[in-house]
């Protein structure tokens, strides 16, 4: 099999849901897995000087609408959660607490389902909670403070930033950039050709 997919995102942005539903099928259609990686864009943000899309002038009633377009367009279901944008600490420091990597996608995929298609606040702790041990998994409110988990987020935090990565989702493909779910195409085009 070829390399993984890397697929970074933020758990608070709709169009790293958005993407979260589909990558795995594309990547499969290619003979390739994905490595999820969460990280906390708000730190990218510190660096480039932007914010989130829904707090730009002009921009964020645009983006409210598309999200909710791109997402029927797709056929998948989408509420923005009424606490918007989020900061998704603890669901990311979830992910990193599991040593699993099948835990943790499946841990990924519930946190953004819960956020963007039942319109939950996944800020706290105890939702986080509440969703680790849906899955069937105990521990995740000692885990959160582990010294590890958190510098576990750091360090991926950090690599995405020194990989380039400046957005949610954010896709590289054998060493190749591509932002944002509208890329995803394109992504899928570069896989079955082997670039341009």
Do not use: N
């Not at 906390?40 to 909710?68: C, N, S």
């Not at 706290?124 to 509440?130: C, D, G, N, Q």
């Not at 054998?174 to 085009?189: K, T």
């Amino acid at each position: 099999m070829s390399s993984a997919i890397d697929f970074y995102f933020d758990f608070s942005s709709p169009y790293g849901y958005l993407a979260s539903t589909r990558i795995d099928e594309l990547a499969e259609r290619h003979g390739r897995s994905v490595a999820w990686h969460p990280f906390l864009l708000g730190a990218v943000f510190k660096l480039t000087g932007q914010r989130a899309l829904t707090e730009q002038p002009i921009r964020g009633p645009y983006h409210e609408r598309d999200f909710a377009r791109s997402a029927r367009l797709l056929g998948v279901p989408f509420t923005l959660p009424a606490k918007f944008p989020f900061f998704a600490l603890a669901a990311s420091r979830a992910f990193y607490w599991l040593s699993d990597g099948d835990q943790a996608k499946r841990l990924a995929k519930a946190v953004y389902r819960a956020a963007f298609a039942e319109g939950r606040d996944v800020t706290p702790v105890s939702t986080v909670v509440e969703i680790v041990k849906c899955l069937g998994i105990e521990g995740v409110e000692q885990g959160l403070e582990l010294p590890e988990t958190k510098a576990k987020l750091r360090e991926a935090t950090d690599a995405a930033i020194a990989r380039g990565v400046f957005g949610s989702p954010f896709f590289i493909v054998d060493g190749e950039p591509f932002w944002g779910h509208d890329r995803l195409a394109q992504v899928e085009r570069w896989l079955e050709t082997g670039g341009w």
